[in-house]
């Protein structure tokens, strides 16, 4: 099992910057996806940035130059820091662990979520 803690919400003013952090706990795999996803009110949950345990980051389109995603193999720890952030980027983070199992099986792994509330 993975445990996952997510900390570094909060309300910022547009244009300002945000760091999320998640320290998971249990095993984590050199095969396990690490990301973020976020859910706005009324909206799905979708996904904002992913990166493997060789770096290789992935960004959705709508945050793509603003939002770098960082991984520490060593500590099973991932960030976000967000820049240039947009009222459009008010939602509840989640920080997310993928597993592809022997066999095919996906497994996925959530953290309780943060608030970030981009506002004047």
């Known amino acids: 099992q993975v445990q996952l803690v997510e900390s570094g919400g909060g309300l910022v003013q547009p244009g300002g910057s945000l760091r999320l952090s998640c320290a998971a706990s249990g095993n984590i795999f050199s095969t396990d996806v690490m990301g973020w996803y976020r859910q706005a009110a009324g909206k799905q949950r979708e996904v904002v940035a992913q990166i493997n345990s060789g770096g290789s980051p992935y960004y959705d389109s709508s945050v793509q130059g603003r939002f770098t995603i960082s991984r520490d193999n060593a500590k099973n720890t991932v960030s976000l820091q967000m820049n240039s952030l947009k009222p459009e980027d008010t939602a509840v983070y989640y920080c997310?662990?993928?597993?592809?199992?022997?066999?095919?099986?996906?497994?996925?792994?959530w953290g309780q979520g943060t608030q970030v509330t981009v506002s004047s």
């Open positions: 997310n662990v993928w597993r592809r199992e022997i066999g095919g099986t996906n497994i996925n792994f």
